[in-house]
């Protein structure tokens, strides 16, 4: 069974592209989180989605980023007119369930994001 | 902010038990004690979970004191590889609805 899988595990844009981020959530996982992790800091909560919804963006910044999970395909994480300060590391996790308090979240190697 | 508070580092000597301190005063009664750590940027790993009685799995174990307010990761035998950085977290859902809160965590290094 794979894990998590991200990619491209680097990504390097110039200031004003669009950066896509690809996440395939482990085998029988329907529940997507993406993280964010800036150099030398702890991973903050972007956003929480099932399939084709959206359930919990309370991370996300109001401008420039969004995200979807559709019914076919990956996870993608979209930064439109990618800024620096967009240089972290994105963290994707998956999940099996949303019910009760003993299941943990697996988390994918990661896409290294530099703006140039 | 994170609701945990965790030393910034520690060593252990290769063999040795590395025990993980952990703060949590503001835990409240339907939340649980999850422990992860990320080995040198990569993915973050999830070590183990508690309510408030002790666990152990393969990988390590976890003491929860009596009024949950800390607790105390065991790697009973540190190797080399088990450098990283160590998050305790607490969470009602341990990662399954996301929002997990990371702290700074603490760096622990395994010396030969």
């Known amino acids: 069974n794979a894990g998590v899988m991200q990619n491209p595990r680097h990504l390097v844009r110039r200031r004003g592209q669009e950066a896509r981020l690809r996440c395939s959530p482990m085998k029988g996982h329907s529940h997507v989180y993406w993280y964010r992790q800036l150099p030398e800091e702890g991973l903050k909560f972007m956003v929480y989605?099932?399939?084709?919804?959206?359930?919990?963006e309370s991370g996300m910044p109001k401008e420039r980023f969004s995200a979807e999970f559709p019914k076919e395909g990956p996870s993608i994480l979209r930064i439109q007119q990618v800024v620096r300060g967009d240089s972290a590391a994105y963290f994707c996790?998956?999940?099996?369930?949303?019910?009760?308090?003993?299941?943990?979240?697996?988390f994918g190697q990661g896409t290294r994001l530099t703006v140039v | 902010d994170a609701k945990t508070t965790q030393p910034p580092s520690m060593d252990c000597a290769e063999g040795r038990a590395a025990n993980l301190p952990c703060n949590h005063s503001?835990?409240?009664?339907?939340?649980?004690v999850y422990w992860y750590r990320q080995i040198h940027s990569q993915g973050p790993q999830y070590i183990i979970h508690g309510l408030k009685n002790n666990e152990t799995n393969e990988m390590a174990s976890l003491i929860i004191t009596e009024d949950r307010k800390s607790s105390t990761l065991i790697l009973p035998h540190a190797t080399l590889r088990d450098t990283a950085v160590y998050y305790c977290i607490v969470s009602k859902y341990g990662g399954s609805q996301g929002n997990l809160i990371f702290g700074k965590g603490t760096k622990l290094s395994v010396k030969p």
């Open positions: 989605l099932q399939k084709e919804n959206i359930i919990d």
């Open positions: 503001t835990i409240s009664g339907n939340e649980y």
């Open positions: 996790a998956s999940s099996p369930t949303r019910g009760g308090g003993n299941t943990e979240a697996f």
